[in-house]
């Protein structure tokens, strides 16, 4: 057995901020080349664990430590942030609040330029790095011009450079589009394959991770390890629903049909998967499932006409982009990092104006509306959470916009606390925000937007960092609310919410309209997911693999039945 890196000896922690520990007797090895993935609930501990590993615990964050922590078999407190920072290199959930430098170039460089590199050599190696996730071009921009997922792959590029023998990488996935996720997921083994290195990642995408092989899954539940073994281990057991946690789409798809899932199947990869009776059993179930509906179309609410737009005037990043959506409808918008698909929302907010087309509500042409205008009609949930949150408590983040729209203390409370029921932070309702997770607080700015009811809700990553459950909340409630006629527009890289709960999705791809069509029908067709970096679903590939001859057809039956699961759940 090689040697231990990371030893957690009945470790507790307690948050400063908190009444309870948040990490409760940790006893976990982490041995050297090793490669671990950690799953859970959000709000488990997840980045708390993490936290501890690279001395943001307690450096940054203090609190109370029993119990020890070793890296490289010496004390964490004795390391210190500095000293642990040469050994760990971590990729934070939230990039924005990880730039240090000023170009793109520059802070892929940061490790290297503490670490005295020679220039020539850390030239080289940033270089090489930034071309791994495919951002060369992108070295002399400022951070501020970049997409989510530009931001994202800069994180991955500053710690791939880095001379380190742990690699941590919180929610690695969360805003990247499905074909540069599974390029980093490969790079991530690469680099650990070349370097030996040991590494952790931690991350709700299980389907999506373990596209390449981990050797233990970590779970974590309410501050605890509910279990820790290898991934075919895991998938065969219940443990994952039991933690309230999604297992791959192809394995819910071979439950339904009558299945055992057992380790001896290879469960964690489709391509290994071994199916035997698999096989005749979907069949049947294809066989005897119901033929979906088709909804009746309702008005057109929203309508794009011939946009076109470039922040820098040479370079438009929206070209004669044309699009409508319906009252009451469920819309995706999708296409790779940096298509243009924020910016979309950006100009139907009004928060830019387009060069060129028009934008129209209700068949009324917006171009004259200010931006608190059109936030009447339209309300828009960001990516990133800490971009909207200004108030220090939950209740009075969430009650903001009705305050400012001066309406009675009574019915404030009466709406504040119907929307966080529904978003599942009632009992947080008196917390600062400042003690949620990026899971949490990403519910809260749902929530601040849900109260003042609008006409269209337009989110951007509305699941991204939540667990399996909170997500089915989350879009059971949005799927709600579109039955009641509020529509819903959402940017998304997760095909999973794509599928689920998509009608239509649009795909964009330089700057213009490449795909409108049911969900089913674009992340079946090769063509579109490849030019779009869009991700083919494991169950349209089940469906190929058991010899079906209408996969796509199965992809929707199997959407149908699901999403009645679901709804009976949540
Ligand atoms: N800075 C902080 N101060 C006080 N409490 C905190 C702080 N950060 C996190 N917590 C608490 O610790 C608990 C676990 O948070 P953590 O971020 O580790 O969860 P997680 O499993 O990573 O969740 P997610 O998947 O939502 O990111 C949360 O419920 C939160 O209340
Ligand atoms: N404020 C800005 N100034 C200059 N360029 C910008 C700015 N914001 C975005 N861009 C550029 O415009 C293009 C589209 O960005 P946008 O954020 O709309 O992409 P996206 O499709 O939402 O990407 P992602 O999936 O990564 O979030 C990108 O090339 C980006 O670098």
């Given at each position: 057995m090689s040697k231990t890196v990371i030893e957690f000896t009945d470790f507790t922690f307690k948050y400063r901020a908190q009444q309870e520990p948040t990490l409760h007797k940790i006893n976990l090895k982490i041995h050297e080349g090793e490669k671990i993935l950690i799953v859970g609930p959000s709000g488990s501990g997840k980045s708390t664990l993490a936290h501890c590993i690279n001395g943001l615990i307690p450096f940054a964050y203090p609190g109370e430590i029993s119990g020890t922590l070793t890296v490289k078999g010496t004390d964490t407190k004795e390391l210190g942030i500095a000293g642990l920072s040469e050994v760990v290199g971590t990729v934070l959930q939230d990039p924005d609040g990880q730039f240090v430098g000023l170009t793109v170039g520059e802070d892929i460089a940061f490790s290297l330029e503490n670490a005295a590199v020679p220039v020539r050599e850390m030239h080289e190696r940033v270089e090489a790095a930034a071309r791994a996730v495919d951002i060369q071009e992108l070295l002399t921009a400022s951070p501020q011009e970049l997409s989510g997922g530009q931001k994202q792959k800069t994180m991955l590029a500053g710690v791939l450079v880095s001379n380190v023998d742990v690699l941590l990488f919180d929610e690695p996935l969360a805003s990247l589009d499905p074909y540069t996720g599974t390029g980093a997921i490969e790079l991530i083994d690469r680099v650990q394959r070349e370097t030996g290195n040991t590494v952790i990642i931690i991350e709700h995408r299980l389907e999506e991770v373990l596209h390449r092989p981990v050797d233990r899954i970590i779970v974590m539940n309410e501050g605890v390890i509910a279990a820790d073994l290898p991934a075919a281990q895991l998938l065969s057991s219940p443990l994952l629903a039991e933690s309230g946690l999604r297992e791959p789409l192809y394995l819910t798809a071979l439950k339904y049909a009558g299945c055992e899932i057992t380790p001896e199947m290879n469960p964690q990869h489709l391509d290994g998967i071994r199916l035997e009776t698999g096989a005749a059993r979907l069949r049947a179930w294809y066989e005897a499932s119901e033929v979906p509906q088709e909804a009746e179309a309702a008005p057109v609410l929203l309508e794009l006409r011939d946009l076109t737009f470039g922040y820098d005037k040479q370079a438009p990043v929206l070209q004669g982009l044309s699009f409508s959506v319906r009252r009451g409808e469920m819309l995706c918008i999708a296409g790779r990092n940096g298509a243009g698909k924020s910016t979309v929302s950006k100009l139907i907010c009004g928060f830019y104006r387009p060069s060129a087309g028009s934008i129209l509500l209700n068949g009324r042409d917006l171009a004259a509306d200010t931006i608190k205008e059109r936030a009447e009609h339209i309300g828009f949930v960001m990516q990133n959470p800490n971009h909207m949150i200004s108030m220090t408590l939950i209740y009075d983040e969430v009650a903001l916009g009705l305050k400012l729209r001066g309406f009675a203390e009574e019915e404030i409370r009466g709406r504040v606390h119907k929307v966080l029921q529904i978003c599942g932070l009632y009992e947080f309702r008196e917390w600062p925000v400042s003690a949620l997770s990026y899971g949490q607080k990403k519910r809260v700015t749902i929530a601040s937007i849900l109260v003042l009811e609008p006409e269209v809700l337009l989110l951007?990553?509305?699941?991204?960092?939540?667990d399996y459950r909170h997500y089915n909340e989350i879009m059971e409630f949005l799927r709600g609310l579109g039955s009641t006629g509020i529509t819903v527009i959402m940017i998304t890289h997760d095909m999973h919410l794509m599928l689920e709960y998509a009608e239509r999705t649009i795909v964009l791809a330089e700057g213009r309209k490449l795909a409108d069509a049911r969900p089913e029908v674009i992340l079946t067709d090769r063509d579109i997911v490849g030019s779009a970096n869009l991700k083919e679903t494991s169950l349209f590939a089940l469906a190929v693999k058991a010899g079906l001859n209408q996969p796509v057809e199965f992809v929707r039956r199997f959407i149908e039945y699901d999403r009645g699961n679901r709804a009976d759940e949540s």
């Open positions: 951007d990553e509305p699941t991204a960092g939540q």
